[in-house]
């Protein structure tokens, strides 16, 4: 093994556990990977950029354009309503002409953007039909994936595949030469998911006793129906006089106040500047256990004794602040105040970003690689910090900046737990006192005993002192919900879910959104829809507390309650795909047929040889923008950029794997174990071994990895390398068995509240099917042939 060799296994190796890992982006990672061969002189800088130009990289971004004209004239919307109209009530019969529908709109179309349009569709059919959504949605998934083996143009890798080739010198696979192999793996794998692979999907939950997405039952499929109550605020209370969003109900509790009951007159959804009054009523949302947590933590009593605990403090502890690194776990991350001590041993007491100093609600800041957090700590926990790599300039702060930078003396006081108080027991920690109020216990003081930043989970005593860092007024906040009245025995008027003028929605990102990994807390549904969050689906669970700390996730189904013209603003959203609509969306078809015949000279000139698939889709593209079937900005936002920077960046990576001999490295070791067994077997290896990289690897990565290997083994098999290349195709859009091998499988998750293992109960001997079929159809349509 040459050193050349080494390296290019070396950087094969680190991206491939990055992109396992998803510590970094993907395409950032494919970035990271051309900028490293450059470095090391594996490639020249032309190759390590050309494949931004190459044709199959070309090819993909042009067909993104074209698929989402077909999108936005509605005649893929047509024929999917068309046809599922005529599938009947059965659900064998249902999954068979969803899956196919999504198959053939897949052949030339992206998948993920059939999978994206065909989502309200199917959920609407279910509603209708009374399947429950479950049993549906992941057949829509391998439908579009099992269509895009149909033709080249169908998913990237057959570009990808086609591309190698034609780069290597041979004839590329031609617009149809994937159909008939794929043909039959597409109606195989239907067969089978509608005659035995159904029985393995997951049904509803048992205590759902009603299976439609209706109002009433997304209230129940989230558990929204048992979690509201009414409360009363008393005409004495310290909150009359402030508005909803100074009473803090909903930031400090997770409550939504759904309605405000006032001399009769119901308010939906009052603003957060909306005056209380004495003895109104709010129908509330959420926990009421939590609530009453919040309430006892009322009883504690301000005291004046902060300078002299803090002068106790003096020496014992030390004031600091580090600089969070680039690379740093934390960097996108919410803080928490507990989470963040236990792991450290530190408190966060302020941040500083530029000239910025942030000192209250520290828990709703994602952090910045660069930002630098002012910390209470001990000696040896600094020593820590300093020799830690996820923080640098790590200094310790003189008393006069704490003073005019920081000012911290403004935000620490002291408080008594009363000597019979319920708290006793009681930790921070527990309920999230801490970053709900942005609280931070920087010491207790107990029988005449001074403990310098207790740990989170610490108990607290009857007359303990406590020496927080927070705001006094915010105790007033806690004393007014200590005087909210719960009404006993009465019945939350549910009436305001079911008005006209207020409803439900169910939602997901749309595969192309640009908000995945942004924490909740930033996104505000309130101020940017005046909607509210009401609970996230995720991996088969309904999440109703602590929204505010989740990152928005590819796959989360969203549920939001609002005003029925609010929500229709969200459906307009490119952003979101709606699951349960509100109104009926229109779509202008008047463009269709032009769309359509657009499509159809696209693949004429293939076929008949006159123009490469490039240059084809190319004008095909631009055909749909000058004909106004979308914009220029819809044609932007149309193209996956961060597909297209994955597929860029790794192919240096594969001219490196042959440049170096890696790739042929490889192959012998391939050749070594199965080579012995004859050419058929070295192909059903390269193909499993493709289908297990699908699991944790993208697929289009994969392939551009794959191919060099795959040519490579032809050559000392000396076979052509077609029938190699085709079974690698196949197994790389055969992404069954996990949510993350596929954009397609993610999207459905959450809607369909799949788990994992549920991938895996259907995708493994979905997956061995389709195996099996192509290798026996291979020495039909693609029999072993000299090169």
Known sequence: MTIQIGLVLAILVVSLVLFVSEKIRMDLVALMVLGTLVMTGLVTPPEAVAGFSNPAVVAVWAMFILSDGLTRTGIANVIGHTVLRLAGQTEARMIVVIMLTAGLLSAFMNNIGVAALMLPVVIDVARRTRIPASRLLMPLAYGSLLGGLTTMIGTPPNLLISGSLEAAGYTPFGLFDFTPIGVAVLVVGTLFVALVGRHMLPRKKPEEKIQRRSQRNLRAQYGLQSRAFEMRVPAESILVGKTLGQSRIGVATGLIVLALVR?????????????????????????????????????????????????????????????????????????????????????VLAIRRGELVRRVNLAHVPLRGGDVLLLQATPDTVEELERSPEFSDCREVEEQQVSEVYRLQERIFVVRVPRESQLAGDTLMRNRLGDAFD????????????????????????????????????????????????????????????????????????????????????????????????????????????????????GDALLLLGPRQQLAVLERDPEFLVLTPVTQRSIDTEKAPLAAGILFAVIFSVLTGWLPIYIAAIIGATLMILTRCLSMDEAYRAIDWRAIFLIAGMLPLGTAMQ?????????????????????????????????????????????????????SASADLGVAPHTAMMAVAMAASASFTSPISHPANILVMGPGGYRFADYLKIGLPLTALVFVTVMLLLPIFWPLSAP
């Open 263 to 347: 001399s009769g007159k119901t308010e939906l959804m009052p603003s957060r500047q909306t005056v209380l009054q004495g003895d109104d009523k709010l129908l509330i949302q959420g926990r009421l256990d939590r609530f009453r947590e919040f309430q006892r933590w009322s009883e504690l009593v301000i005291e004046r004794e902060a300078p002299v605990l803090q002068g106790l403090m003096a020496g014992r502890v030390k004031l600091i602040e580090v600089t969070v690194e680039e690379n740093s776990p934390l960097v996108a991350e919410l803080l928490h105040h507990s989470e963040f001590r236990e792991r450290y041993g530190a408190n």
């Open 439 to 554: 609280f931070r216990l920087l010491a207790l003081f107990r029988e005449g005993e001074l403990k310098i930043m207790p740990e989170p989970d610490q108990s607290l005593k009857g007359g303990d002192l406590l020496l927080i860092q927070g705001r006094e007024e915010d105790l007033d906040v806690l004393r007014g919900l200590q005087e909210l009245e719960i009404q006993q025995g009465a019945q939350p008027n549910l009436n305001a879910f079911e008005s006209d003028r207020l409803s439900l929605l169910e939602a997901t990102l749309d595969p192309r959104s640009r908000l995945a990994g942004q924490p909740l807390s930033e996104f505000s549904f309130r101020e940017k829809y005046g909607l509210e969050l009401v609970a996230v689906w995720r991996k088969g669970e309904a999440i109703r507390t602590n929204l505010d700390q989740l990152l928005l996730q590819f």
């Open 659 to 711: 440049q170096t001999g890696a790739a042929e490295l490889l192959a012998n070791q391939t050749m070594n174990v199965l080579g012995p067994l004859g050419p058929w077997w070295v192909i059903g290896g390269l193909y499993l071994i493709t289908a297990a990289g699908t699991m944790i690897i993208p697929t289009a990565a994969l392939v551009v990895l794959m191919s060099p290997i795959v040519l």
